[in-house]
């Protein structure tokens, strides 16, 4: 079969090509390529789509990560804490910030940073906790929250791979204290949903093209209901500035401009049923790997949506997917592995004095993960034909 990729976005362009045009060439017509009407606009969507009071556009995940950190009262030295298992951006911009990252274990199941791991982690110096929701799916929040709380830390959650999902609250009604938030919740049986990323105190995301949302080059928002922090994050990402030449702090070129927010107006209400044919391939899956005693599918677990930014299933051993990943690579179905090293195995965080061993089960998972082809795009067909490879390379 041919042209089977993790990510098809020449396809899924070719839905949108019309409505795409047309707002580009109103861009290039209009030629405010900074700051203009489109990057407004896409605040004001983001922020209604999210149900959330500040959405701050700026350059990249990677900046938006960065500026939320530069916008909390910290010092040098003071810890972040980090899931182990995740991609780089959030410990390597604390350590630009002359922050110390401070990485904790995953859960087994959903590979996701541990509560648990988080609170033994806990120091003097600690001062933010920057969970991942990964693969589209959220960490347990109310279990961060809480221990965010109790020792007063600042929570930052990186939602770049899970823009759209749904964290559940609860079921029922009554009021909810989350860390210092008060949520009331009135529901029937779907429990009460906020979207991944305005639970914490700021959220992050991206619009790398790859990503749930995913413009054509590089993209990224911040989120907050505080409005104190969301007018510091917006000086910070224009240059420290709030009036042209006058500059309060120290900032960062990081805005996302109006071509960017352009595609992101266009495809912004089509982010539910993207992330809903993410689910379906997903569900696809799981159903021909059901008797695939040799493969773990995808945990969901019961306090959020998954909308399958990876689709990525665990082999028993680190020689099996080798084989596996060869045998796809032969038939023409590319894997892709997220992440194959830890971070505290890197050598960037070398210095931090991590070992192996440190994060028993984030060293396993980065064994045995492996990723295949997740996309809006998938047919019928190239489900049926991945999964089959996948399966008889079982038998
Ligand atoms: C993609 C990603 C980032 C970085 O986003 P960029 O826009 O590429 O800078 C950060 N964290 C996670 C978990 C990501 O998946």
Known sequence: MKNLQMVDL???YKHIRRKLRKRLRKVI???????????????????QYLGVRHV???????????????????????????????FVSAAEVACLLGLRPVFVDIDPQTFV????????????????????????????MAAIMEIAEKYGLYVIEDACQSLGADYILREGSGQLQMGPFTYDYRCADKGVRKKAGTIGHIGCTSFFPSKNLG????????FTDDDDLAARMRQIANHGSEKRYSYQTTGLNSRLDSVQAAVLNVKLPYLNSY????????????????SCMQLKVPVRCPYSTHIFHQYCLLCRSEQE?????????????????????????????RFLGGKVGDFPVSED???????????????????????????NFFN
């Open 56 to 86: 701050i556009p700026c350059a990249s995940g990677t900046e938006a990560l960065q500026i939320a950190l530069m916008a909390l009262p910290l010092e040098e030295g003071d810890e972040v804490i980090i899931p182990d298992f995740t």
């Open 113 to 140: 940073m541990d509560p648990a791991a988080v609170e033994r982690a806990v120091t003097e110096r600690t001062r933010v906790i920057v969970p991942t929701h990964l693969f589209g799916q959220c960490t347990n």
């Open 321 to 349: 997917r080798k084989a596996l990943q060869f045998h796809l690579q032969k038939t023409g179905i590319p894997t892709k592995i997220y992440y194959p090293k830890p971070l505290h195995l890197q050598e960037a965080f």
């Open 275 to 290: 992330n809903a044919r993410r689910q379906e391939a997903a569900a696809f899956y799981d159903r021909a790997f059901i």
């Open 365 to 391: 998972i980065s064994k045995r993960i492996i990723a295949i082809p997740m996309h809006t795009e998938l047919s019928q067909k190239q489900l049926r034909y991945i999964s089959a490879a996948i399966v």
């Open 215 to 222: 413009c054509y080059g590089d993209g990224g928002a911040i």
């Open 10 to 12: 020449r396809s899924q």
């Open 29 to 47: 017509k209009e030629s405010a390529f900074i700051n203009g009407n489109e990057v407004k606009l896409f605040q004001q969507n983001l922020e």
